[in-house]
């Protein structure tokens, strides 16, 4: 990969639920660009993924959210996973830590069902995004203009729709981290 993260601190959002593919492939390509990622969730200890149609592995929880401060960081990621983001919207203390990253101008990447958080901290307005075809409608009521891209990038926000999107979305993530804040990412909010 042609961009380095060293020196960058990335938080990656979830609780059980979560895709597992759509948080451990983009925390390891994080990792490989330099990052250094900490899983971040309203619980404490471990997190339980979703493999496709089962339970699948556990990862570890870095940082409580209720500790966490976006100002420690570079950038965010929103795995999916139904279960995951349907969650953490209900979480007011996930939903600011999110709209938080947008104020700062921070780059943002969700995938899948990961945008339904854009929605709920209401930073899609005007936007062009992707995401899950069932979120769609979300989006769109939103504000949003979805297209239906393998990932989309709108000022520091990247979007992507599935598990087979993740070598695109590894791409421009680490792109739009590289690159820094974004004042477009920071007027949308």
Same mark, same amino acid.
């Given at each position: 990969?042609?961009?380095?993260?060293?020196?960058?601190?990335?938080?990656?959002?979830?609780?059980?639920?979560?895709?597992?593919s759509?948080?451990t492939?983009p925390?390891?390509?994080?990792?490989?660009?330099?990052?250094?990622t900490?899983?971040?969730?309203?619980k404490?200890?471990?997190?339980?993924?979703?493999?496709?149609?089962?339970?699948?592995? &556990?990862?570890?929880v870095?940082?409580?959210?209720e500790?966490?401060?976006p100002?420690?960081?570079?950038?965010?990621?929103?795995?999916?996973?139904?279960?995951?983001?349907?969650?953490?919207?209900?979480?007011?203390?996930?939903?600011?830590?999110?709209?938080?990253?947008?104020?700062?101008?921070?780059?943002?990447?969700?995938?899948?069902?990961g945008?339904?958080?854009?929605? &709920?901290a209401?930073?899609?307005?005007?936007?062009?995004?992707?995401?899950?075809?069932?979120?769609?409608?979300?989006?769109?009521?939103a504000g949003?203009e979805?297209?239906?891209?393998?990932?989309?990038?709108?000022?520091?926000?990247?979007?992507?729709?599935?598990?087979?999107?993740?070598?695109?979305?590894?791409?421009?993530?680490? &792109?739009?981290?590289a &690159?820094?804040?974004h004042?477009?990412?920071?007027?949308?909010?």
């Amino acid at each position: 990969m042609s961009h380095d993260l060293s020196g960058r601190k990335i938080a990656i959002l979830a609780t059980d639920g979560f895709e597992q593919s759509e948080l451990t492939e983009p925390k390891r390509a994080l990792e490989q660009a330099g990052a250094t990622t900490h899983v971040i969730s309203p619980k404490s200890g471990r997190i339980r993924g979703w493999q496709h149609t089962d339970w699948g592995d &556990e990862v570890a929880v870095d940082v409580a959210l209720e500790q966490a401060r976006p100002e420690d960081y570079d950038g965010l990621v929103l795995p999916g996973g139904q279960i995951n983001p349907d969650k953490l919207r209900m979480e007011p203390k996930a939903v600011a830590f999110v709209r938080d990253f947008f104020e700062a101008g921070k780059p943002v990447g969700a995938i899948c069902h990961g945008p339904w958080m854009l929605v &709920e901290a209401d930073v899609v307005r005007g936007r062009k995004v992707t995401s899950w075809p069932s979120v769609k409608t979300d989006l769109r009521n939103a504000g949003a203009e979805w297209v239906d891209q393998e990932v989309v990038v709108d000022q520091g926000l990247v979007t992507s729709r599935k598990p087979d999107d993740i070598p695109a979305f590894n791409a421009k993530l680490i &792109e739009e981290f590289a &690159e820094g804040r974004h004042e477009g990412q920071r007027r949308s909010a």
